[in-house]
């Protein structure tokens, strides 16, 4: 069974997950929002998602973009847990999973790290 929790709660989860970041490297990001959604219209089963250009491929002509977005989507990470110590841990993951994507750091590393 899901766990149930109001928009506001799981978005102090993600606002505890970021606060958890250490300030190296929230002071490294760069032209970032994190944003928390309901689920991904195409894909209602995906934790995250991080979409923009990551650090590692930025140049020079890398000026008056948009912000890259994290996208945390609450339904399937409540769904997949069975408790609210599961969705806090659960949360972190996702979190810092994205925030890699952002240092240029891919899937297959994250997963080999216990980070997927």
């Known amino acids: ?8 709660e799981f978005e102090e989860l993600v606002s505890d997950a970021l606060d958890t970041i250490p300030t190296e490297l929230a002071e490294a990001m760069n032209n970032v929002v994190v944003l928390v959604d309901g689920h991904h219209p195409e894909e209602p089963d995906l934790l995250g ?9 930025r140049d020079t002509m ?3 973009a948009l912000p890259d977005t994290i996208t945390i989507y609450r339904e399937p990470l409540l ?3 069975s408790d609210r110590d599961q ?3 659960e949360v972190a993951i996702t979190v810092v999973h994205e ?4 240092f240029g750091i891919d899937d297959a590393w994250l997963h080999a790290h216990g980070w997927g």
């Not at 998602?49 to 491929?57: Q, R």
């Not at 925030?99 to 952002?102: D, N, Q, S, V």
């Open 62 to 64: 890398y000026a008056g």
């Open 1 to 8: 069974m899901p766990v149930s929790m109001t928009e506001r």
């Open 87 to 89: 969705v806090i841990d």
């Open 49 to 57: 998602l991080y979409e923009g250009v990551a650090l590692t491929d």
């Open 79 to 81: 769904a997949m847990c």
């Open 99 to 102: 925030i890699a994507h952002h």
